[in-house]
């Protein structure tokens, strides 16, 4: 039963830090570009970053700078750590695992962060 798995998320103050993780299984991980994308109230879901299974990583302009996003593939887990939070960072945040030529595309249930006074 393929799975991913997000934890990590909650209500921050501007400027503070949060790390999303999301643990995958059911499926090979590490051959899969993983990614985290958003979604905020009344807006499509957008990328945030994504890695690719060789480890070269992508960034929305917005998140340059202030996300880092890593993996652990012995864990089968993607990270996403977010400083410097403002809040229009606010949104459900979905952890992401496709592979094209497979023609595969997992997504896990999605976590909440608020960023907020």
């Known amino acids: 039963q393929v799975q991913l798995v997000e934890s990590g998320g909650g209500l921050v103050q501007p400027g503070g830090s949060l790390r999303l993780s999301c643990a995958a299984s059911?499926?090979?991980?590490?051959?899969?570009?993983m990614g985290w994308y958003r979604q905020a109230p009344g807006k499509q879901r957008e990328l945030v970053a994504d890695?690719?299974?060789?480890?070269?990583?992508n960034y929305a302009d917005s998140q340059k700078g202030r996300f880092t996003i890593y993996r652990d593939n012995a864990k089968n887990t993607v990270y996403l750590q977010m400083n410097s939070l403002k809040p229009e960072d606010t949104a459900v945040y979905y952890c992401?695992?496709?592979?094209?030529?497979?023609?595969?595309?997992?997504w896990g249930q999605g976590t909440q962060v608020t960023v907020s006074s």
């Open positions: 992401n695992a496709k592979h094209v030529i497979l023609k595969t595309n997992y």
């Open positions: 059911g499926f090979i991980a590490s051959i899969y570009t």
């Open positions: 890695i690719t299974s060789g480890g070269v990583t």
